[in-house]
């Protein structure tokens, strides 16, 4: 990802363009945005990092569009009305108003009636800078009671013209072959080769589990795999129990309950010597998803050593919820973005199983996919983009056909086919 993709969307933002920038699993899109928010933040400008769920939020740092823009719980317009929500507060308006850049990041997961409800309230506060969408609408599709539809189906999406950036480099796997599969069954399109290439990946695992990490449709799954995992593991366990510090003392058990549980942190982590583990963030010593092996357990560290050997001892990282608000900063009124309270956990997670969900934004070798509990369009996909290579890939032997597994939204295939 060159220095020149990042200044030309600089550039696009100055001059009030909006964008959409997209691409397929591992091809950077979070690490692009990351450098846009530290540009701004560099500047001291103010970036709004939004998304339509609190995971997605989570993962960015940041906010969901609904509690961003104050939408309550409701699911359109007229809904937006009925719960006396549709003329926004004054404090929304100024917030909205303060900002230089909005990013609404895992665009695909975000319907098209709550799109229409962002623009209303970006006109609505007479928002005078530039939006950049982020996301892949051959992953996730927006949750839904209803029928699905996309943000790319509302009227405001042509409203915001987006001007497509696409980025095509796998970053995460240099198999041309592998890759080609990949691009193939995020696009539905397996046929006889790709058929071929994903049964020969259906391999013996040994008896040895512990060497994988298994990746599974359900929580249930991923659970009682770890369960068992670490119960046959000899030695003692220590459980850490994630702590909270409250910065806000009106921030309720219930809210910091959801976030951790949206930030992907466990209430209690349980650990033994021996246990292989996953990073769950980037550092500059560890990236998310890479592998390690506990090697020594302290009340205040826990550490780890890689595969090359290289010992890392972690403390616990803390995860910020953030909101913003204004505050007097010499003399002068500004909105800040104020932590409401923080969680402090170690970044790790058992390595034995995750599911597709958490395994989101990581890279991991020795993975085995359950392709039994496979439902959700594009999880197959989302599923086989998480392997650093096919050597080190096993897939389970599939109750339907890959070409079943593989199904994507109708409608976000045409839309993809048309951004080409």
Same mark, same amino acid.
């Given at each position: ?8 969307? +600089? ?9 959409? +920038? ?39 740092? /940041? ?15 007229? %809904? ?24 609404? %990041? ?33 992953? +996730? ?89 670490? %119960?046959?593991?000899?030695? %003692? ?123 989101? /934004? ?59």
């Amino acid at each position: 990802m060159g220095h020149t993709t990042l200044s030309s969307l +600089l550039d696009a933002f100055t001059s009030k363009q909006n964008i959409f +920038l997209t691409g397929g699993a591992g091809t950077g899109k979070t690490t692009l945005t990351r450098q846009v928010i530290a540009a701004y933040g560099a500047e001291g400008k103010k970036v709004a990092r939004l998304a339509s769920t609190g995971m997605a939020a989570a993962l960015i740092g /940041g906010q969901t569009l609904h509690s961003f823009f104050d939408l309550g719980i409701a699911e359109d317009e007229t %809904d937006l009305e009925r719960r006396g929500k549709l003329i926004p507060k004054k404090k929304i308006v100024k917030l909205v108003r303060s900002m230089d850049l909005i990013i609404i %990041d895992e665009i695909s997961m975000v319907s098209a009636e709550v799109l229409d409800m962002v623009r209303l309230r970006l006109l609505q506060c007479g928002y005078g800078g530039a939006v950049l969408v982020t996301g892949d609408f051959l992953q +996730l599709p927006p949750v839904s009671r209803g029928a699905i539809r996309f943000a790319f189906e509302a009227s405001s999406w042509k409203q915001f013209a987006f001007e497509s950036v696409t980025l095509t480099h796998n970053w995460r796997s240099a198999d041309a072959a592998f890759n080609a599969v990949l691009n193939a069954v995020r696009h539905a399109r397996v046929g006889e080769e790709e058929h071929r290439y994903l049964h020969e990946l259906i391999r013996p695992t040994g008896d040895d589990l512990s060497r994988y990490t298994f990746l599974y449709g359900t929580n249930r799954s991923a659970f009682e795999h770890n369960r068992e995992q670490l %119960d046959a593991i000899e030695g %003692d366990l220590f459980a850490y129990e994630t702590q909270h510090v409250r910065h806000n003392a009106k921030a309720e058990a219930r809210e910091i309950e959801r976030f951790m549980s949206d930030a992907r942190i466990p209430e209690t982590l349980e650990l033994k010597i021996g246990v292989p583990v996953l990073f769950t963030r980037n550092s500059w010593n560890y990236v998310n998803g890479e592998r390690g092996v506990v090697v020594k357990l302290e009340q205040d560290s826990v550490s780890v050593r890689k595969h090359d050997g290289n010992v890392v001892k972690l403390e616990r990282a803390g995860t910020a919820k953030t909101r913003w608000e204004e505050q007097t900063v010499d003399k002068e009124k500004q909105m800040v973005e104020v932590p409401q309270f923080t969680l402090y956990q170690f970044p790790v997670t058992l390595a034995f199983a995750i599911t597709i969900h958490k395994s989101q /934004g990581m890279s991991i070798a020795d993975l085995v996919i359950d392709t039994t509990e496979i439902f959700a369009p594009s999880q197959f996909y989302v599923a086989l983009s998480r392997a650093v290579s096919p050597h080190s890939l096993v897939l389970r032997q599939p109750r339907v056909n890959w070409a079943d597994l593989a199904f994507v939204h109708p409608k976000a295939l045409a839309f993809a086919s048309g951004e080409r």
